[in-house]
């Protein structure tokens, strides 16, 4: 059963339900409604019996006294009987039997009383009760319940069609309505039907509406795109490694075959082949370093914690400053409180001082400052190309320049990853003598 269908059916249902207590509530009160006007017209019939009494005891006298004061007398749609005294419970007075509530009544111990009855095979709504100023004299009055009756079931058969048919029409309404309110639901399933078959991130649709689904589909186009972003960068990623990687593994494969072959470690050229390798080894150690710090310092950041971003790069510096033909490195740190993967700054600082390091010139000098959630480091390098500038950040980009120096291409890109994962900023600027980088961070107050 689809999920439009079960819509159509709760709506139908509720509906239905809806009806059936309306009309549960509508009969019993109409019922109880007719009864009472017949029940207020049978108690003014009996507050008008006097005058009638006085009229059948007048035809009586005129007629010779032929006709029994007791009969029933039809007045209107109304039975008037009345019994004299002394009333005899048992007796048949040829309308309804006398009871011996009959006689209480009559002797004014137990009040009046309505009943229902059948007679001549005519149900009778009756009404018994002593004759105004009638010394005793008992009265009692009937109406037929045929018209209400007839109006009971007329009214029933209506509510009975009204609920069904109000069910139905309101389980095909729903059913309608939730065809045109699900459409976005089918168009984003065969979306996602689609993705699941073909593995096409690409695939897009139109997502309209301000409710709740019109942002369940923003929102899953909105992960389409990034997902698709994702997928992207990484088979660009994987692309890049695999160019990067190629290069140096080839060296390597190259200097150890020449190794193997002929004299081997015995060849004059053998030293220099091992110092080689080693060096292309250590090349792609740095590369895959690199490769996982890129993953690691994704957009999840393992641990955050308040840290000094002043102390941090004392550290770094003071690292870098026992290297062989380290730079001159001045520094103006105020304390700085972040929140952040104290690691990760801690690489993201040490790469930038490390490429401060690498251009710089013999006995060139190198700046660092931290403020306000700001580090700054300026070198004495030959600068960035303006056109160079918009890339340095990316993954593998190496400027010209920057080919025939060891590297590869990840540093700068490592450093933006984490700044960007915690929330922060980097810029790089070419300044006329030297490049300076800003990396800024959300401070802790």
Known sequence: MTLRTRVGLAGGIVVWLALAVAALVIYPTLRANLHRQIDESLVQAVAQS?????????????????APIDSPVKLGNTLVQFLGRPVFPGSNKTFIDVTERDARVAAGTEPAYFQDTSHGGVEYRVYTALMPEGRGTLVRVARPLADQNAVLTGLAALLIIITVAGGALAALGARLAARRVLRPVHVLTDAVEHVTATQDLTARFDPTGPDEIGR????????????????????????????????????????????????????????????????????????????????????????TEDTRLDLVAETVIARATGRVAAPR?????????????????????????????????????????????EFSI??????????????????????????????????????????????????????????????RLPVVH
Not at 221 to 245: C, I, K, N, W
Not at 405 to 420: D, F, H, K, T, W
């Open 50 to 66: 006097p005058t009638l009494a006085v009229q059948l005891k007048q035809k009586n006298e005129a007629s010779g006294g032929r």
């Open 216 to 303: 369940l589909g923003r929102s899953f186009a909105t992960m389409m795109t990034a997902l698709d972003a994702s997928v992207h960068a990484q088979r660009q990623l994987v692309a890049d490694a695999s160019h990067e990687l190629r290069t140096p593994l080839t060296s390597l494969t190259t200097n150890l075959e020449l190794l193997a072959d002929g004299a081997g470690l015995r060849d004059p050229e053998a030293p220099a082949l091992v110092r080689a390798a080693i060096d292309q080894a250590a090349e792609l150690r740095s590369l895959v370093n690199n490769l996982v710090d890129l993953a690691r310092y994704g957009k999840d950041t393992a641990r």
């Open 329 to 373: 490195f001045s520094s103006a740190l105020s304390p700085c409180l972040v929140h952040v993967d104290p690691d990760a700054i801690e690489r993201a600082i040490g790469n930038l001082v490390d490429n401060a390091v690498k251009w710089s010139p013999p006995g060139g000098r190198v700046l660092i400052t931290v403020a306000g959630g």
């Open 378 to 439: 300026t070198d004495e390098g030959p600068g960035i190309p303006p056109e160079d500038l918009p890339y340095v950040f990316d993954r593998f980009y190496r400027a010209a320049r920057a080919r025939s120096m060891p590297g590869s291409g990840l540093g700068l890109a490592i450093v933006r990853q984490v700044v960007e994962t915690h929330g922060g900023t980097v810029a790089a600027e070419s300044l006329p003598r030297g490049t300076r980088v800003r990396l």
